[in-house]
């Protein structure tokens, strides 16, 4: 869990300097650095969605995938744990885009190759290496972003804790199963989800990431069964 908990502590600190230094920053330059960090999301995104092998498979997750999370409705779930937050941490006329900050931030620490393969890492092999560096890139975002949306992010730091510690936890029980193929799939279908966040911060398309990340996981049963039969 340290990796974890490191990374935790980063967005933490990260927030806090935005919300402390960030003001002295004009109002453009928050904005246009946004846009470059929307931009730069988009190029990661695309560089793991490009590691697919087998394009069928990440259509499948993501359409499956967003079937469970509509039923589910993990985005109204996110938006709920955010406005419940938004009541307890915020006031006033911050409460609205403090909602906004904390689903936004969330889904971006917490979908994509690096938190999945970081807590997998810590939890088969004690290796944190991945989430101190995801710390690092996640700490200084949490700044900018901090700087113009506010607390909320500083309160995204507990799913990414609960998401990238669950991971850590079970990495055990999927020893087994977590095959190169796989692994690459995952990433993959988290890369795109990545490509829509990236979509929502430029305010291009307004997109339900959260719907759709139960497609990570359906990946893993995917690939394998399409390896199976050599599809």
């Given at each position: 869990?340290l ?14 300097l935005g ?9 453009k ?20 969605a ?8 990440v ?9 469970i999370?509509?039923?589910v ?6 938006k ?9 941490l915020?006031?006033g006329?911050?409460r609205?885009?403090?909602?906004k ?11 994509g ?20 560096a995801?710390?690092?890139l ?6 900018v972003f ?7 992010v500083?309160?995204?730091?507990v799913?990414v804790?609960?998401?990238q510690?669950?991971i850590?936890?079970?990495?055990s ?5 977590l095959?190169?193929?796989?692994v690459?799939e995952m ?15 430029l ?11 139960p497609?990570?996981?359906?990946a ?9 039969f050599?599809?």
């Amino acid at each position: 869990m340290l990796g974890t908990i490191v990374n935790a502590v980063a967005i933490l600190v990260g927030g806090v300097l935005g919300m402390v230094f960030g003001k002295a920053l004009p109002e453009k330059m928050k904005s246009t650095v946004i846009q470059g960090i929307g931009l730069a999301i988009i190029l990661i995104g695309m560089s793991m969605a490009l590691q697919t092998k087998n394009p069928l498979i990440v259509i499948a997750s993501l359409v499956i995938g967003g079937v469970i999370g509509e039923w589910v409705d993990i985005e109204l779930r996110l938006k709920q744990l955010g406005q419940w937050l938004e009541l307890k941490l915020s006031k006033g006329r911050e409460r609205g885009q403090f909602t906004k900050a904390f689903v936004t931030t969330s889904l971006i620490y917490c979908v994509g190759a690096m938190a999945i393969m970081g807590a997998l890492e810590s939890g088969l092999k004690g290796i944190h290496n991945i989430l101190y560096a995801k710390s690092m890139l996640d700490g200084i975002s949490a700044i900018v972003f901090a700087s113009s949306m506010g607390v909320g992010v500083l309160a995204s730091s507990v799913p990414v804790f609960l998401y990238q510690g669950g991971i850590t936890v079970s990495a055990s029980l999927l020893q087994g199963i977590l095959s190169s193929a796989v692994v690459a799939e995952m990433s993959a279908t988290g890369g795109l989800l990545i490509v829509g966040i990236a979509l929502n911060i430029l305010e291009i398309k307004e997109i339900k990431v959260g719907n759709l990340l139960p497609g990570i996981f359906v990946a893993i049963p995917l690939t394998l069964l399409f390896a199976r039969f050599n599809l």
